[in-house]
């Protein structure tokens, strides 16, 4: 059994899965309610609230995976990027826990375990894959060739799909965050009655850049007067709301599966995978099964909760090179950037 941890930003999360990587138990706990007032992450309070809460979460993730300490052979700890004081409460955490029952631990890069979730449940999607991932974040498209080998494809310029998300809903009056929110409420709207620009594709780029999106989003609300009132969850939206939801949420997965289609075609992968938060959107998710049913290949969206931030994505990602026999030295420290080599 291997015990994953995952406290880089605002979700306190362990996992147990077995050595053939099948998840036994995943729990997390999430902190939404603790900065929603706030309209964002206080990085603060996300750290001291993973300090408070992880030893009961790694708790309950042994108790319902029905093992004990001793069953444990490896943990495995998000080391980055994120939150630093986030990061290091979970990696000092599972560097004593490691120590202490003499196992290796493993130190894992947070995006490539949100890479690495749409094998979880497709174990069988092939290499080489072109994988979006897409949070509050991050907006990368990858090119994984083989578990351990992963080529930068693009990446935003500026916002991530989520922070674009979260920054307008929040401008609407809706609650933090606001992916999910705009997810339901665009059902109830028409995705044509506001005409957003799409950003332009520049010759070969294939960089994502959401501020034009936002700024229009926002140019539109003050031009017509329009500023959402504070929103109780069951209560009506005027119709407006609805649409001016739709048309942006609309605009923001057209953006993300145009560049993404073009590099389907410049790679021409055997699968094209889905991850991170921003994964859960039912319009992203259809319209990105449709971009792969274009080229003929197979598609991995992974359930959605190992989409939001999960440890089970972690231990998942560490499994490789544990079963290689590797592991990471005692003082792999936390880091807030990341980097891959590019295509
Ligand atoms: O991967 P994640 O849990 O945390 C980060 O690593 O950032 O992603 C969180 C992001 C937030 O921006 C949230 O609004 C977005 O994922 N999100 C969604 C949906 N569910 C979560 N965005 C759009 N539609 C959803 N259904
Ligand atoms: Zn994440």
Not at 90 to 96: C, E, N, T
Not at 192 to 212: C, E, I, M, T
Not at 277 to 306: H, K, Q, T, W
């Amino acid at each position: 059994m291997i015990l994953g941890i995952e406290t880089s930003c605002d979700d306190t999360s362990a996992a147990v899965l077995d050595w053939e990587g099948r998840v036994r138990s995943s729990v997390v706990s999430s902190q939404n309610l603790i900065h929603a007032p706030y309209g964002g992450i206080v990085p603060e309070l996300a750290s001291r609230h993973h300090l408070e809460n992880l030893p009961a979460v790694v708790g309950e993730a042994l108790a319902s995976a029905g093992v004990g300490k001793t069953d444990l052979r490896a943990v495995a700890v998000t080391a980055g990027p994120g939150l630093l004081g986030s990061l290091l409460v979970g990696l000092s955490y599972a560097k004593a826990y490691a120590f202490g029952l003499g196992v290796p631990f493993a130190a894992v890069n947070h995006i490539e375990a949100h890479l690495a979730s749409p094998w979880i449940e497709h174990p069988e999607t092939p290499f080489p894959a072109l994988v979006l991932v897409v949070s509050g974040g991050h907006s990368h498209l990858f090119l994984r060739r083989s578990p351990e080998e992963t080529l930068l494809v693009s990446a935003t310029r500026d916002d991530a799909a989520g922070e674009a998300l979260d920054k307008v809903a929040k401008f609407l009056g809706l609650p933090y965050p606001g992916g999910p929110v705009i997810d339901r409420i665009s059902d109830g709207g028409n995705p044509k009655a506001v005409p957003f620009p799409l950003p332009r594709l520049s010759a070969g780029g294939l960089d994502y850049s959401f501020s034009g999106i936002k700024t229009a989003a926002l140019h539109h609300l003050r031009k017509n007067g329009l500023t959402g009132a504070a929103w109780e969850e069951g209560s009506p939206l005027p119709a407006w709301e609805l649409d001016f939801a739709a048309s942006y949420q609309k605009r923001v997965v057209d953006h993300l599966i145009q560049r993404a289609r073009k590099a389907m075609l410049l790679h021409r992968p055997s699968a094209f995978g889905l991850a991170g938060g921003v994964a859960c959107n039912r319009l992203l998710r259809s319209r990105s099964a449709d971009l792969a049913e274009e080229f003929g290949v197979g598609c991995s969206i992974p359930s959605p909760r190992y989409c939001t931030d999960n440890a089970a994505m972690v231990a998942f990602r560490a499994m490789p090179g544990l079963r290689a026999g590797h592991s990471s030295p005692p003082d792999a420290d936390a880091f807030a950037n990341a980097i891959w080599p590019r295509c």
